[in-house]
């Protein structure tokens, strides 16, 4: 039986195709490098990080590091909580997303401290209840008042021109101080991401 022989342009292209699905199999990037997917038509990790790291160093600089801080917690501590962070964007995402890099890095400055067991939406239902148990009988601080309370909104525009669009989404966050009510500090962080179609890298 005589075998077929391929021609070469055709064995090359089968060649290249195998390489390139071999190429694309699932493998691990680094959430802050050049590498990671962009989707104009949705938020993306990396632009929750960019968020969240400009407000971390905006909130740090301009209150928590220039001594503007001041809380009724243990050892002077502020007492912090996290209420909503508006989604007024078209897409579904979790807001902890944001929040939780936040609430992270002001626990590790030592100054700062969230309160889970403040309110009718508190993140710890058993810890409330010991904390008011105890209240109660006397043997324990209960439930910690906030000194401040961290709220937030999400908003997106979108524009198009010919075959390119262009998506922006803007990040906002408010510190309000319980004693009085007042904001007592405000930032937004704005990112934009345009192009054709989704790819990779920032």
Do not use: H
Not at 5 to 25: M, R, T, V
Not at 58 to 82: M, W
């Amino acid at each position: 039986m005589k075998r077929q022989i391929l021609p070469f342009s055709l064995a090359g292209i089968i060649i290249a195709l195998a390489a390139g699905c071999a190429s694309d199999e699932a493998k691990y990037v680094d959430p802050a490098g050049t590498k990671t997917l962009v989707t104009l038509d949705k938020i993306n990790q990396q632009d929750l990080n960019q968020a969240a790291e400009a407000m971390i160093t905006s909130l740090r600089s301009k209150f928590i590091d220039a001594g503007k801080l001041s809380g009724t917690g243990p050892n002077g501590i502020a007492v912090l909580k996290i209420e909503r962070v508006i989604n007024s964007t078209s897409q579904q995402w979790d807001p902890d997303l944001l929040t939780k890099k936040i609430r992270i890095d002001l626990l590790n400055t030592g100054r700062v401290a969230t309160t889970t067991t403040f309110g009718g939406d508190a993140e710890s239902k058993i810890g409330q209840d010991l904390a008011k148990e105890q209240q109660f009988t006397g043997k324990g601080p209960g439930v910690l008042n906030p000194d401040y309370t961290l709220t937030g909104k999400v908003i997106e525009d979108m524009d198009r021109a010919g075959n390119k669009r262009q998506k922006t989404y803007v990040f906002q966050l408010t510190l309000t101080s319980i004693r009085d009510g007042l904001a007592i500090w405000e930032d937004e962080k704005t990112i934009t991401k345009a192009g054709t179609r989704s790819g990779a890298g920032w």
